[in-house]
T-cell receptor, first 113, second 111 residues
């Protein structure tokens, strides 16, 4: 089983719809992250959470919200999807020690039409 | 904030060495990473280096760090077609795992 599991893997949705991307991890880590990947822009941090009660905005949080339902679960929501949110979304988790390795999910390809 | 830059594309022949370069701006970046992304796949950590090191070698991979110039490179010896992928440089500061990624370098290896 994968250490970080994202669902769904692919999703097509219409403009204005609400959509939730889910992420779960089996590493027992406190820290979880959501990144967005666009061609030519690399990965950009949307939100991150250092524990269940800690949620922080990343570089590009506008239009997104998150929920940390449990240590192992971190979901990303688009309240009203727009076409420029079409991207590949990655969830990640890491330990809290210095230099701890970050583990990534397989990604969710989201298309907003 | 941190800014990480890479060239977008590199093409080499099979058997040659590949060198992928990366520059970063934040001198407090303590951990520097190289990730590989194959088509349709997530990110695979290839190697990493701490800022108190100049070089790290791991089989065909050699990472060089010039901390003064904030320049990081990844050398792949005897490049194979299976090495074709996008390679991301990433940096993080002490105590944090918020990674700042470069734009990614697409490596194309031709037979």
């Amino acid at each position: 089983d994968a250490d970080v599991t994202q669902t769904p893997r692919n999703r097509i949705t219409k403009t204005g719809k609400r959509i939730m991307l889910e992420c779960s991890q089996t590493k027992g880590h406190d820290r979880m992250y959501w990144y967005r990947q666009d061609p030519g822009l690399g990965l950009r941090l949307i939100y991150y959470s250092f524990d269940v009660k800690d949620i922080n905005k990343g570089e590009i949080s506008d239009g997104y919200s998150v929920s940390r339902q449990a240590q192992a679960k971190f979901s990303l929501s688009l309240e009203s999807a727009i076409p420029n949110q079409t991207a590949l979304y990655f969830c990640a988790t890491s330990g809290s020690s210095q230099g701890a390795r970050t583990f990534f999910g397989q990604g969710t390809r989201l298309t907003v039409v | 904030g941190e800014d990480v830059e890479q060239s977008l594309f590199l093409s080499v022949r099979e058997g040659d060495s590949s060198v992928i370069n990366c520059t970063y701006t934040d001198s407090s970046s303590t951990y520097l990473y190289w990730y590989k992304q194959e088509p349709g796949a997530g990110l695979q950590l290839l190697t990493y280096i701490f800022s108190n090191m100049d070089m790290k070698q791991d089989q065909r991979l050699t990472v060089l760090l010039n901390k003064k110039d904030k320049h990081l490179s990844l050398r792949i010896a005897d490049t194979q077609t299976g090495d074709s992928a996008i390679y991301f440089c990433a940096a993080s500061s002490t105590g944090f795992q918020k990674l700042v990624f470069g734009t990614g370098t697409r490596l194309l290896v031709s037979p």
